[in-house]
């Protein structure tokens, strides 16, 4: 038997990549508190955008983009920085972190689907059952959470609508991995970075000025201001790096199993730093949801 090279780092940026996301996606839940939601997302992509300065430039020896890559960065942005941000910003603003991790649990079903009818990628029935698994055990957060009853789900402030912001954050998010696994081939992370950033920033430029004018920005405290170069540094620049590396290697069904990292770390958050509680069923779930991602990432064997 022969085992297959296990892409260990590539792993490791995906992982990271979305636990980071699932951090912000949590802690974001502090910004709209103080900042109205679309100047938030200008100013998360104007910091970004200074940061990452550099990486816009074509590197010696990378082919130039062609109208298809200029096309697909497009799309990456408006659906995975964008459409997301505004989704997922309005809908936590609605509802609980941990709520939030409950329903971004999704991804990884989407990810695969998209990748089967998209890229044409085959779905080994154990990524299968990792994505099952991811899916199955972030849903038992929500049990943990609120305890099954009918009722308790629509206790969330404007419930029924900051979910359906977040499913729709979901189904962007799935675009922006089954996108960016068409972009990694052509063009470079840093530099996919900064362009979708860049794509998101123009997009937002009118809604967030419009917000701006009327915003009383001395009212903002030094430590929001911290969490804001944060959030900014983390969602557009350090998270698609990651996300678009470790993308190289991997095929994007098998890495939409990494975007569980995502309601695990947003219900981590969820729970340090917003009080959320946090019961027996949730660590069952959380193990039941690794147990997923070591299904879908174990070395395969062949004969």
């Known amino acids: 038997m022969i085992v297959h090279p296990v892409p260990w780092l590539s792993y490791l940026c995906l992982a990271s990549g979305m636990a980071l996301v699932g ?18 997302a200008w100013l998360r992509f104007g910091i970004a955008a200074v940061a990452m300065a550099g990486w ?17 960065l497009f799309l990456e942005s408006f659906f995975g920085n964008f459409l ?35 890229l044409n990628e085959r779905i080994a029935p154990r ?10 055990g972030i849903a038992l957060v929500s049990f943990g959470k609120h305890g099954g009853g009918a009722g308790a789900a629509g206790s969330d402030a404007g419930g029924l609508v900051g979910n359906l912001l977040l499913l729709g954050a979901v189904s962007c998010e799935a675009i922006y991995v089954v996108l960016g696994k068409k972009l990694t081939g052509q063009v470079s992370p840093k530099r996919i970075s900064a362009l979708i950033n860049l794509w998101g920033l123009l997009l937002v430029t009118p809604l967030g000025l419009w917000q701006a004018m009327s915003f ?6 030094a430590a929001h201001w911290w969490l804001l170069l944060f959030y900014s540094l983390a969602a557009s620049m ?26 695990v770390a947003a219900a981590v958050v969820g729970v340090v730093f917003l009080g959320e509680r946090f019961s027996p069923a949730q660590a069952a779930a959380f193990a039941l949801a690794l147990a997923g991602v070591v299904l879908a990432t174990w070395p395969a064997r062949r004969a």
């Not at 951090?23 to 938030?40: N, R």
């Not at 816009?56 to 697909?72: F, I, T």
Request: net charge positive; hydrophobic share 60%; aromatic share 8%.
């Open 23 to 40: 951090s912000y996606v949590g802690l974001s839940k502090i910004l709209v508190l103080v900042l109205p939601i679309f100047l938030l």
């Open 56 to 72: 816009v430039k074509r590197q010696p020896g990378e082919a130039p983009l062609s109208r298809h890559d200029r096309w697909l």
């Open 84 to 118: 997301f941000s505004v989704c997922m910003l309005f809908g936590v603003a609605r509802t609980s972190a941990l709520a939030a991790g409950v329903i971004m649990a999704a991804i990884p079903a989407v990810v695969a689907i998209l990748s089967r009818f998209i």
């Open 127 to 136: 990524v299968a059952i990792g994505i099952a698994c991811a899916v199955g």
């Open 216 to 221: 009383d920005f001395a009212g903002v405290s």
């Open 238 to 263: 350090v998270t698609v790096w990651l996300w678009m590396t470790g993308l190289k290697h991997v095929p994007a069904s098998q890495a939409g199993v990494f975007t569980v990292m995502l309601p």
